[in-house]
């Protein structure tokens, strides 16, 4: 990793606290760092820091584990793009100038903002040179950001400022850029990003985004620093920069819905907020419970419960008894999470099983109603045949209840024909397509299907969401008739 | 001195008072675990084996034990006293439950001698229990028949006890010593003339009596056919087809099991049963009143006579008339009996008023071949293991013979239709058994087995998840932890092909052994020395394409076809030219364009001549698929290029200020020698990553490099020898050299170290030119070495293609990465190639699809163990 600082005259290596004759090396706990003058005169000074990582250490660290066995884990760049490593090595070897010090024969020094330049040939930012733009030019930087590859900017940044405040924005943008960080975090971490960010990350437009990242994600952690930079701004009076006196509380009070966006944005969470105030997934659920209630069903199998939302709110109404199935055992374990609060008596009634709809599965028989929400999209065509059988000839509830998507509805989510919603669909019916699956499924398994749907309709593409609702048709068989006898005088062979 | 018989499959119930001498008698004739007595259970339960007040947990216990041993098919003994008839019934429940024989075998002593041995005992019972317990015992004995007991043996005497003896009985249906091979005959109903062409086809020569009527029929071979029952009814020669079948018997030439229409036709001869006379009874009844009344009376002792179904050649083949499941097979009960002959009713009837039939074969996953007939079908098809060969003889079909063990079917066309059959023969069966694998979405209406379609493809959650031990021809077992089934499950349930078109999964491939040469962490010369090691005279070094290892399935013309010369026809490719999919099951490409590639593979087998050489309807490829950046451009984008980049743009900063503070004087010699080391590294990382890909467009830029032929429908290739393989991939290269990639290839004995230089020199040159590495493997696969299974490859990759998995810096921390631990890699490696060999196995022999799914599901299982992705 690399950077350097630039500044017109001969100040800046007082206020680095470091000798502009001399190469110096520090020990860090991540590998070893060096402070160079590439120049130093009168006219101008520019400071150097190389640091070396040891990959193999990094690797070896726990702290900075991915998970397992993952080839990022140990080839990656975190030995050269600037990240939450370059961070803590400007904060050991920096400290004093970080923390705003004078030198000894200079008083008033530090706080004196100067022109800075800061070179940065290769950051590692999730957002590209966008991102790096967003974070950097609010707060009065001319941020030249040119990028390698959409990950990895070129940044240089020149503008005037306090030498110890441009190192804290570092501190704290460059583990925000890079949106992961290489220890763990703690609730130090709030002390730290509060102290660093005081002077000027109140009242920043990405605040939330900053602290979210910064703090690793954890909401709880960036509600609080949230607050403690709020109050410290209040304290001071007046607020400290800009002076133009916003009430913070106002100007942010959408601040908890950005950090939703920003939470899952970029990781592929379907589109499935529609134009109504409740998201498509919460009307679902509340299809589903409503429509199982009125059909008076008791034994119900969610198939694909995900992480559990259904299952869980059908334990809220007493009649259910209910079995989530899914295939992934991650998904289990969350379910599993979801329902460990509830009480025994509601637990008795419901199970989690792994289960796969392209599998034949006794533990598929015997219920009144079988739900498969948002399910069949996720199923390669050639293996549906499959999920028909097992379901409407194997398992042969009394109801089946399927949802997926509308493919002809996208067109209002501005989606290009042919885009599916979610990137691991495998289709998307129209409803023509998929009123003509149902019927057929329903006509060789002994079914009748009902239609309908759920979400804000459109007159031409109808709802986001649509439903066919199941019916066994029970056909009752010549009765009284003992099976033995059945077979012995009727037998065709 | 008193033989007692006792069943050999059975449950024992001893019966007697306290002090009768149950436990020494039980000792004296049984295994120590065939005994379980209630005062062990007592014991195991409460730490005293004469707590009364713990009772009902001991025969808890006691009972759980009993069922799990029947359910093995053990020989069990309750060392009980069993004298009050309600602990007699829950026992002969169980057995009833395991369909296994109930026996009593009562020690009905005098009281004097039970009270005086009672006071013997350490802890003497009371003795009015006893008194109790002998008395309940005297009123039991007449009723112990009526009870449900099989065999009731009696010793009433201490004389007799010590002299009694206990003999075990095979059960009438056990033949597994009759190895036969045989000649499995479907249901003949009546038609004579239909069952002496099938018999002369099979080359049995017949016999007649001397009023010219067929008495029997040999095999020169000492071949025996085995009648599958429902011989009657019908058809014309009801009458002949007894005397012929009955003569064949006698003469020990054939087996018969009966079919549901003798057990009828037993019950219309029998006295006072009233029966119903349709399906052809009455016009048996009315052939037989013209044979005599002593020809009726021979053959209704000998319908009533016949076993409902055999087990024989070691268990490994089951006959009856309606098939069993594989619970059933060797037991003896009622429901047994009424299975073999009538099938596994659901209790419904269709709307032709006719049962329907649960689809036992659907669920059987046995290991013992089963035959049967029973129910019409147009065509023998193989459902797991189990073939129907009733094909509607009678009904204008075919009367029908399989080969055993040869599994060769034998038929003849019915001269004509005999019979209407109550439900159309065709109706829907064709497209059941054309469709099976693609099930519901193809099929069409109800099928003649009872309104189910026939679906050999139908595999169930059991078939793969939690613990499994897959049997392997070239491993032995091979455990699956259930962790890696469930991880596995959701991998091959989400993201694999289907089922019926993933037959192989390739294997890992072990690294070879760190190198201890100077400036290298993988060199050839490791991979030589192993295998001179293993004994080998040869081995074959073959260029390593840095693609995507690719398996190709090829069909040699679209639609239908077989897996296997056995096997089930089925839409296994689903009527497409077949498939290429990656080392995880994953299809390589969409549709279109791997109808395409197939395509163009296609055409060039045929012009290399391959097809007919082979004589082949598919061909199974291992492959790997060039570029790389095909399928790993996410990696490549995530991963690879950013490293590059950052480290390229990093390193040139860095140069240049250590360069302009070395201008103004700085010591900063040795900071700038080593960081222009990491540069040059970083850009020869950079070179590698960039070396392999490359833009495609569609199939444009896109090359294959097969490198083994592991299978045709014909036969299994996998263990031809890897020159043969690349001899046979450097044909379809020939043929199409833009599409298919040539494989370069170096032999040598390994332990000829000059061979061996020129081999290391030949690697160089290959790495040089930016080619990924080599794999060292034995000329012929599998090879053992001992009992144990070689490595059937070794890969040793090139010095700069390893910057891309270790890093950029790797080669200055050698001594380091040579403590990389390869054992487990290893292991797996050659778990995995056994299994997917098992696989190949499988397939080329027709397993049904649970089977081969098995072993195919193992590989992809024992890959979500957690190893160093770098190996």
């Given at each position: 990793?690399?950077?350097?600082?630039?500044?017109?005259?001969?100040?800046?290596?007082?206020?680095?606290?470091?000798?502009?004759?001399?190469?110096?090396?520090?020990?860090?706990?991540?590998?070893?760092?060096?402070?160079?003058?590439?120049?130093?005169?009168?006219?101008?000074?520019?400071?150097?820091l190389?640091?070396?990582?040891?990959?193999?250490?990094?690797?070896?660290?726990?702290?900075?584990?991915v998970?397992?066995f993952?080839?990022?884990?140990?080839?990656?760049?975190?030995?050269?793009?600037?990240?939450?490593?370059?961070?803590?090595?400007?904060?050991?070897?920096?400290?004093?100038?970080?923390?705003?010090s004078?030198?000894?024969?200079?008083?008033?020094?530090?706080?004196?903002?100067?022109?800075?330049?800061?070179?940065?040939?290769?950051?590692?930012?999730?957002?590209?040179?966008?991102?790096?733009?967003?974070?950097?030019?609010?707060?009065?930087?001319?941020?030249?950001?040119?990028?390698?590859?959409?990950?990895?900017?070129?940044?240089?940044?020149?503008?005037?400022?306090?030498?110890s405040?441009?190192?804290?924005?570092?501190?704290?943008?460059?583990?925000?850029?890079?949106?992961?960080?290489?220890?763990?975090?703690?609730?130090?971490?709030?002390?730290?990003?509060?102290?660093?960010?005081?002077?000027?990350?109140?009242?920043?437009?990405?605040?939330?985004?900053?602290?979210?990242?910064?703090?690793?994600?954890?909401?709880?952690?960036?509600?609080?620093?949230?607050?403690?930079?709020?109050?410290?701004?209040?304290?001071?009076?007046?607020?400290?920069?800009?002076?133009?006196?916003?009430?913070?509380?106002?100007?942010?009070?959408?601040?908890?819905?950005r950090?939703?966006?920003?939470?899952g944005?970029?990781?592929?969470?379907?589109?499935?907020?529609?134009?109504?105030?409740?998201?498509?997934?919460?009307?679902?659920?509340?299809?589903?419970?409503?429509?199982?209630?009125?059909?008076?069903?008791?034994?119900?199998?969610?198939?694909?419960?995900g992480?559990?939302?259904?299952?869980?709110?059908?334990?809220?109404?007493?009649?259910?008894?209910?079995?989530?199935?899914?295939?992934?055992?991650?998904?289990?374990?969350q379910?599993?999470?979801?329902?460990?609060?509830l009480?025994?008596?509601?637990?008795?009634?419901?199970?989690?099983?792994?289960?796969?709809?392209?599998?034949?599965?006794?533990?598929?028989?015997?219920?009144d109603?079988?739900?498969?929400?948002?399910v069949?999209?996720?199923?390669?065509?050639?293996?549906?045949?499959?999920?028909?059988?097992?379901?409407?000839?194997?398992?042969?509830?009394?109801?089946?209840?399927?949802?997926t998507p509308?493919?002809?509805?996208?067109?209002?989510?501005?989606?290009?024909?042919?885009?599916?919603?979610?990137?691991?669909?495998?289709?998307?019916w129209?409803?023509?397509?998929?009123?003509?699956?149902?019927?057929?499924?329903?006509?060789?398994g002994?079914?009748?299907?009902?239609?309908?749907?759920?979400?804000?309709?459109?007159?031409?593409?109808?709802?986001?969401?649509?439903?066919?609702?199941?019916?066994?048709?029970?056909?009752?068989?010549p009765?009284?008739?003992?099976?033995?006898?059945?077979?012995?005088?009727?037998?065709?062979? | 001195?008193?033989?007692?018989?006792?069943?050999?499959l059975?449950?024992?119930?001893?019966?007697?008072?306290?002090?009768?001498?149950?436990?020494?008698?039980?000792?004296?004739?049984?295994?120590?675990?065939?005994?379980?007595?209630?005062?062990f259970?007592?014991?195991?339960?409460?730490?005293?084996?004469?707590?009364?007040?713990?009772?009902?947990?001991?025969?808890?216990?006691?009972?759980?034990?009993?069922?799990?041993?029947?359910?093995r098919?053990?020989?069990?003994?309750?060392?009980?006293?069993?004298?009050?008839?309600?602990?007699?019934?829950?026992?002969?429940?169980?057995?009833?439950?395991?369909?296994?024989?109930?026996v009593?075998?009562?020690?009905?002593?005098?009281?004097?001698?039970?009270?005086?041995?009672?006071?013997?005992?350490?802890?003497?019972?009371?003795?009015?229990?006893?008194?109790?317990?002998?008395?309940?015992?005297?009123?039991?004995?007449?009723?112990?028949?009526?009870?449900?007991?099989?065999?009731?043996?009696?010793?009433?005497?201490?004389?007799?006890?010590?002299?009694?003896?206990?003999?075990?009985?095979?059960?009438?249906?056990?033949?597994?010593?009759d190895?036969?091979?045989?000649?499995?005959?479907?249901?003949v109903?009546?038609?004579?003339?239909?069952?002496?062409?099938?018999?002369?086809?099979?080359?049995?020569?017949?016999?007649?009596?001397?009023?010219?009527?067929?008495?029997?029929?040999?095999?020169?071979d000492?071949?025996?056919?085995?009648?599958?029952?429902?011989?009657?009814?019908?058809?014309?020669?009801?009458?002949?087809?007894?005397?012929?079948?009955?003569?064949?018997?006698?003469?020990?030439?054939?087996?018969?099991?009966?079919?549901?229409?003798?057990?009828?036709?037993?019950?219309?001869?029998?006295?006072?049963?009233?029966?119903?006379?349709?399906?052809?009874?009455?016009e048996?009844?009315?052939?037989?009143?013209?044979?005599?009344?002593?020809?009726?009376?021979?053959?209704?002792?000998?319908?009533?006579?016949?076993?409902?179904?055999?087990?024989?050649?070691?268990?490994?083949?089951?006959?009856?008339?309606?098939?069993?499941?594989?619970?059933?097979?060797?037991?003896?009960?009622?429901?047994?009996?009424?299975?073999?002959?009538?099938?596994?009713?659901?209790?419904?009837?269709?709307?032709?008023?006719?049962?329907?039939?649960?689809?036992?074969?659907?669920?059987?996953?046995?290991?013992?071949?089963?035959?049967?007939?029973?129910?019409?079908?147009?065509?023998?098809?193989?459902v797991?293991?189990?073939?129907?060969?009733?094909?509607?003889?009678?009904?204008g079909g075919?009367?029908?013979?399989?080969?055993?063990?040869?599994?060769?079917?034998?038929?003849?066309?019915?001269?004509?239709?005999?019979?209407?059959?109550?439900?159309?023969?065709?109706?829907?069966?064709?497209?059941?058994?054309?469709?099976?694998?693609?099930?519901?979405?193809?099929?069409?209406?109800?099928?003649?087995?009872?309104g189910?379609?026939r679906?050999?493809?139908?595999?169930?959650?059991?078939?793969?998840?939690?613990?499994?031990?897959?049997?392997?021809?070239?491993?032995?077992?091979?455990?699956?932890?259930?962790?890696?089934?469930?991880?596995?499950?959701?991998?091959?349930?989400?993201?694999?092909?289907?089922?019926?078109?993933?037959?192989?999964?390739?294997?890992?491939?072990?690294?070879?052994?760190?190198?201890?040469?100077?400036?290298?962490?993988?060199?050839?010369?490791?991979?030589?020395?192993?295998?001179?090691?293993?004994?080998?005279?040869?081995?074959?070094?073959?260029?390593?394409?840095?693609?995507?290892?690719a398996?190709?399935?090829?069909?040699?013309?679209?639609?239908?076809?077989?897996?296997?010369?056995?096997?089930?026809?089925?839409?296994v490719?689903?009527?497409?030219?077949?498939?290429?999919?990656?080392?995880?099951?994953?299809?390589?490409?969409?549709?279109?364009?791997?109808?395409?590639?197939?395509?163009?593979l296609?055409?060039?087998?045929?012009?290399?001549?391959?097809?007919?050489?082979?004589?082949?309807?598919?061909?199974?490829?291992?492959?790997?698929?060039?570029?790389?950046?095909?399928?790993?451009?996410?990696?490549?984008?995530?991963?690879?290029?950013?490293?590059?980049?950052?480290?390229?743009?990093?390193?040139?900063?860095?140069?240049?200020?250590?360069?302009?503070?070395?201008?103004?004087?700085?010591?900063?010699?040795?900071?700038?020698?080593a960081?222009?080391?990491?540069?040059?590294?970083?850009?020869?990382?950079?070179?590698?990553?960039?070396?392999?890909?490359?833009?495609?467009?569609?199939?444009?830029?896109?090359?294959?490099?097969?490198?083994?032929?592991?299978?045709?429908?014909?036969?299994?290739?996998?263990?031809?020898?890897?020159?043969?393989?690349?001899?046979?991939?450097?044909?379809?290269?020939?043929?199409?050299?833009?599409?298919?990639?040539?494989?370069?290839?170096?032999?040598?004995?390994?332990?000829?170290?000059?061979?061996?230089?020129r081999?290391?020199?030949?690697?160089?040159?290959?790495?040089?030119?930016?080619?990924?590495?080599?794999?060292?493997?034995?000329?012929?696969?599998?090879?053992?070495?001992?009992?144990?299974?070689?490595?059937?490859?070794?890969?040793?990759?090139?010095?700069?293609?390893?910057?891309?998995?270790?890093?950029?810096?790797?080669?200055?921390?050698?001594?380091d990465?040579?403590?990389?631990?390869?054992?487990?890699?290893?292991s797996?490696?050659?778990?995995?190639?056994?299994?997917?060999?098992?696989?190949?196995?499988?397939?080329?022999?027709?397993?049904?699809?649970?089977?081969?799914?098995?072993?195919?599901?193992a590989?992809?299982?024992?890959?979500?163990a957690?190893?160093?992705?770098?190996?």
């Amino acid at each position: 990793m690399f950077l350097t600082v630039a500044s017109p005259g001969d100040e800046l290596s007082y206020l680095l606290f470091k000798h502009p004759g001399r190469v110096q090396a520090f020990d860090l706990a991540v590998g070893r760092a060096w402070v160079f003058y590439p120049r130093a005169d009168a006219e101008a000074t520019e400071a150097a820091l190389l640091v070396d990582v040891d990959s193999a250490a990094l690797a070896r660290s726990k702290r900075f584990r991915v998970s397992g066995f993952e080839l990022a884990h140990h080839v990656n760049d975190r030995a050269y793009a600037a990240s939450s490593l370059l961070a803590v090595a400007l904060g050991r070897v920096f400290r004093s100038a970080m923390a705003g010090s004078d030198p000894a024969d200079r008083p008033g020094a530090a706080d004196r903002p100067r022109q800075l330049t800061i070179h940065l040939p290769s950051v590692r930012s999730r957002g590209g040179a966008p991102l790096v733009r967003q974070l950097f030019e609010p707060l009065g930087w001319a941020a030249d950001a040119v990028e390698a590859v959409p990950t990895c900017v070129d940044l240089r940044l020149s503008g005037v400022a306090r030498l110890s405040t441009a190192l804290s924005q570092l501190y704290v943008l460059l583990p925000t850029l890079d949106d992961s960080k290489h220890y763990w975090v703690a609730e130090a971490e709030i002390d730290k990003v509060v102290r660093h960010g005081r002077d000027w990350l109140a009242e920043h437009p990405l605040r939330d985004r900053i602290l979210f990242s910064y703090l690793a994600r954890q909401r709880g952690y960036a509600a609080d620093a949230a607050a403690r930079l709020d109050g410290a701004a209040g304290l001071d009076g007046a607020a400290p920069t800009d002076g133009a006196g916003r009430p913070d509380g106002i100007a942010r009070a959408d601040g908890a819905g950005r950090l939703d966006g920003i939470g899952g944005g970029a990781t592929g969470a379907s589109l499935d907020l529609a134009p109504a105030q409740v998201p498509l997934a919460e009307q679902r659920i509340r299809y589903l419970v409503a429509k199982l209630r009125g059909l008076g069903a008791k034994r119900v199998l969610d198939l694909g419960c995900g992480e559990g939302r259904l299952v869980r709110r059908l334990l809220d109404e007493a009649q259910f008894e209910v079995v989530g199935a899914d295939v992934s055992p991650g998904a289990l374990d969350q379910a599993g999470r979801r329902l460990e609060k509830l009480a025994d008596r509601q637990l008795r009634r419901v199970s989690l099983i792994q289960a796969s709809a392209t599998y034949r599965d006794e533990r598929f028989r015997g219920f009144d109603a079988i739900i498969a929400s948002e399910v069949v999209e996720h199923i390669d065509p050639d293996r549906l045949a499959a999920v028909e059988r097992n379901l409407f000839q194997d398992a042969r509830p009394g109801r089946v209840i399927v949802t997926t998507p509308n493919a002809d509805y996208n067109r209002l989510y501005g989606l290009a024909r042919g885009r599916p919603r979610h990137p691991d669909h495998r289709f998307e019916w129209t409803r023509a397509e998929f009123q003509g699956w149902a019927e057929r499924v329903g006509r060789l398994g002994g079914y009748r299907v009902e239609f309908d749907g759920i979400g804000p309709e459109d007159p031409d593409l109808g709802q986001p969401t649509q439903v066919a609702l199941f019916e066994r048709i029970d056909v009752p068989g010549p009765g009284g008739q003992a099976p033995a006898d059945a077979s012995r005088e009727g037998g065709h062979g | 001195m008193a033989e007692l018989d006792i069943p050999e499959l059975s449950l024992v119930l001893l019966i007697g008072a306290s002090g009768s001498g149950k436990s020494v008698f039980a000792e004296r004739h049984f295994g120590a675990f065939e005994v379980i007595s209630s005062d062990f259970c007592r014991g195991l339960v409460s730490s005293d084996p004469a707590n009364q007040a713990a009772t009902e947990d001991a025969f808890e216990v006691l009972g759980l034990i009993a069922a799990k041993r029947l359910r093995r098919g053990l020989l069990t003994v309750v060392d009980a006293t069993n004298v009050q008839a309600a602990a007699r019934r829950s026992l002969i429940a169980l057995a009833r439950e395991h369909d296994v024989l109930p026996v009593g075998l009562v020690l009905d002593l005098p009281e004097a001698v039970c009270l005086e041995r009672n006071r013997d005992r350490p802890e003497p019972l009371a003795e009015s229990a006893i008194r109790r317990q002998v008395k309940s015992l005297r009123q039991s004995l007449k009723g112990l028949g009526r009870e449900g007991l099989r065999h009731v043996h009696r010793l009433t005497s201490p004389a007799e006890v010590d002299a009694a003896s206990i003999r075990r009985t095979k059960l009438y249906n056990d033949r597994r010593d009759d190895l036969g091979p045989f000649d499995v005959i479907g249901d003949v109903h009546g038609c004579l003339d239909e069952l002496t062409a099938l018999l002369v086809k099979l080359g049995y020569e017949l016999q007649r009596d001397d009023g010219g009527e067929l008495v029997d029929a040999e095999h020169p071979d000492g071949r025996r056919a085995v009648f599958l029952g429902d011989l009657i009814d019908r058809g014309p020669a009801t009458v002949g087809t007894l005397r012929l079948v009955m003569g064949m018997t006698a003469a020990r030439h054939a087996l018969a099991v009966p079919g549901n229409h003798e057990a009828k036709l037993v019950r219309a001869l029998g006295r006072g049963a009233k029966v119903q006379l349709g399906h052809g009874l009455a016009e048996t009844l009315a052939q037989l009143e013209a044979a005599g009344p002593e020809f009726t009376e021979r053959v209704r002792a000998w319908c009533d006579g016949l076993i409902s179904h055999y087990v024989l050649d070691e268990g490994r083949l089951v006959v009856a008339h309606a098939g069993l499941k594989e619970a059933y097979h060797g037991r003896a009960s009622g429901r047994v009996r009424a299975f073999a002959l009538y099938g596994d009713t659901t209790g419904e009837s269709d709307e032709f008023g006719l049962p329907v039939r649960y689809p036992w074969a659907e669920d059987y996953r046995g290991r013992a071949m089963v035959l049967y007939g029973h129910t019409p079908v147009l065509r023998a098809e193989w459902v797991n293991n189990t073939l129907c060969l009733d094909t509607g003889c009678v009904f204008g079909g075919k009367l029908s013979a399989l080969r055993y063990p040869e599994k060769e079917l034998v038929q003849v066309p019915a001269s004509r239709l005999y019979c209407e059959p109550v439900r159309p023969l065709a109706a829907g069966m064709g497209a059941g058994g054309a469709d099976a694998d693609t099930g519901a979405a193809a099929g069409a209406g109800p099928e003649a087995d009872g309104g189910r379609q026939r679906r050999p493809g139908v595999l169930d959650a059991r078939d793969v998840l939690g613990k499994r031990l897959v049997e392997t021809r070239w491993a032995g077992r091979v455990t699956v932890q259930a962790e890696q089934a469930a991880g596995a499950f959701e991998v091959m349930s989400r993201f694999a092909a289907a089922p019926e078109r993933l037959a192989y999964l390739p294997p890992t491939m072990a690294p070879v052994a760190s190198s201890r040469q100077e400036g290298y962490l993988e060199h050839p010369l490791e991979a030589f020395a192993h295998y001179a090691e293993a004994g080998l005279a040869q081995v074959i070094c073959e260029e390593k394409h840095m693609g995507s290892r690719a398996v190709v399935w090829l069909a040699r013309r679209d639609g239908p076809a077989d897996p296997g010369p056995s096997a089930a026809p089925g839409a296994v490719f689903g009527g497409g030219p077949g498939i290429i999919h990656t080392r995880t099951g994953r299809p390589f490409f969409g549709r279109e364009l791997e109808a395409e590639a197939l395509d163009r593979l296609r055409a060039a087998v045929e012009r290399a001549g391959l097809w007919d050489e082979l004589d082949a309807d598919w061909l199974m490829l291992d492959a790997e698929l060039l570029p790389w950046s095909l399928k790993a451009e996410g990696l490549l984008e995530s991963q690879y290029r950013p490293v590059a980049a950052s480290a390229a743009a990093m390193y040139a900063a860095a140069t240049d200020a250590l360069a302009a503070a070395g201008a103004r004087g700085l010591d900063v010699g040795d900071l700038l020698a080593a960081t222009h080391h990491r540069q040059a590294n970083a850009a020869g990382y950079a070179r590698a990553v960039e070396t392999y890909g490359w833009p495609v467009d569609g199939l444009t830029g896109v090359q294959i490099a097969p490198f083994q032929l592991l299978a045709t429908n014909k036969a299994a290739c996998y263990a031809q020898s890897h020159r043969w393989h690349l001899e046979l991939a450097d044909r379809l290269a020939g043929a199409d050299p833009a599409f298919i990639r040539r494989t370069r290839r170096f032999e040598l004995d390994p332990a000829d170290r000059p061979a061996a230089a020129r081999a290391v020199a030949w690697w160089e040159e290959l790495t040089a030119q930016g080619g990924e590495g080599m794999v060292v493997k034995p000329m012929t696969s599998p090879v053992r070495r001992g009992a144990r299974l070689v490595q059937a490859g070794l890969k040793v990759r090139g010095r700069e293609y390893l910057r891309m998995t270790y890093g950029p810096d790797y080669l200055d921390r050698l001594d380091d990465l040579r403590q990389r631990n390869l054992g487990l890699k290893r292991s797996l490696a050659l778990r995995e190639y056994a299994l997917g060999l098992e696989a190949i196995d499988r397939l080329v022999a027709g397993e049904p699809l649970w089977r081969r799914h098995e072993a195919v599901f193992a590989v992809l299982a024992l890959e979500s163990a957690p190893t160093d992705p770098r190996l």
